[in-house]
């Protein structure tokens, strides 16, 4: 098989599994984008092609070539945007030195596209960062992360999207982030919030906040990163010591390893070393973003 061949294969793929999943087409399209080195163009010619042999998934593959026929500026930015942040441990990197590079290459990204950077699924259009990201904060409403009094600190906060999105129902949300240049954006979209604040910190753990000074944690997408690291168990400490007894964390995907099973045993068994208990155990409640999602309890107890 050639390598051509074998892109073309990988591509049908992501396509069938996307579809088998009932994935939407901007998910499937984000996929294709870091999986496959195919243009746009070729890209939807390979949707279109399985058209004849999937007759209950017209809609979606015909959905899935409009997005990439004529947008292919479009799709290798986000191609770009993705290809910014290295998703591997380098040999002999310690912590520290993986923190660093990451941080670096979220600051190339925010500069290529800072909806995509945030969220590839979103393929760098506001508009679909914005609704997916109400989603995403209607089900943290739904489990009563939100109210009158509460305060949130955001792991990963980016360019400050749920600060937008949540300070109208919370007291007070603290956004942190590794890259300068998010946390520069974020501070511009929400100047003149007066309960929303943001930090730029070492991505190593939490030592600027005092104990139990927030109701609720939230982390969406910047795990992945804190198990690559190597630091994901130095936070779940962490994060059980600046909780409040009866707060909650959010972490809405634990790796990117593609092993549901492997993240809920990790995430259950850190859960049980750090005094949490999970109430969400890596469900997919979303339907614009392929996150799972964890839902962890601080019993407060020691």
Known sequence: ????????????????????????????????????????????????????????????????????????????????????????????????????????????????SPAASCQLSSLGDDEKLLTATAEIASWLERQAFTGAGKTILDIGCGIGRFELALHARTERIVGIDISSRMIAIARRRCAGLGNVEFRQTSGLDLATFGEAGFDCVLAVDSFPYLVLAGVAERHFSEIARVLRPGGLAAI??????????????????????????????????????????????HTGGT
């Open 1 to 112: 098989m050639t390598i051509v061949e074998d892109q073309k294969m990988t591509a049908r793929r992501i396509l069938e599994n996307c579809m088998a999943s009932g994935l939407s087409t901007d998910v499937a399209v984000a996929r294709l984008a870091v999986k496959t080195d195919i243009h746009a163009q070729g890209l939807a010619n390979i949707a279109l092609d399985m058209l004849a042999n999937a007759a209950h998934s017209r809609d979606w593959l015909e959905a899935i070539a409009a997005l990439l026929s004529g947008n292919s500026d479009a799709f290798d930015n986000l191609r770009a945007t993705a290809a910014s942040v290295h998703h591997a441990r380098l040999d002999d990197e310690t912590c520290e030195m993986a923190v660093i590079r990451l941080a670096e290459g979220f600051d190339r990204a925010v500069a290529i």
């Open 252 to 297: 809405l995907n634990y790796s990117y390893r593609m092993s549901p099973a492997v993240d809920s045993s990790e995430v259950r068994h850190l859960a049980r070393t750090y005094a949490m208990d999970v109430v969400v155990d890596g469900e997919l409640p979303f339907n614009l973003w392929d996150g799972i999602a964890f839902l962890i309890r």
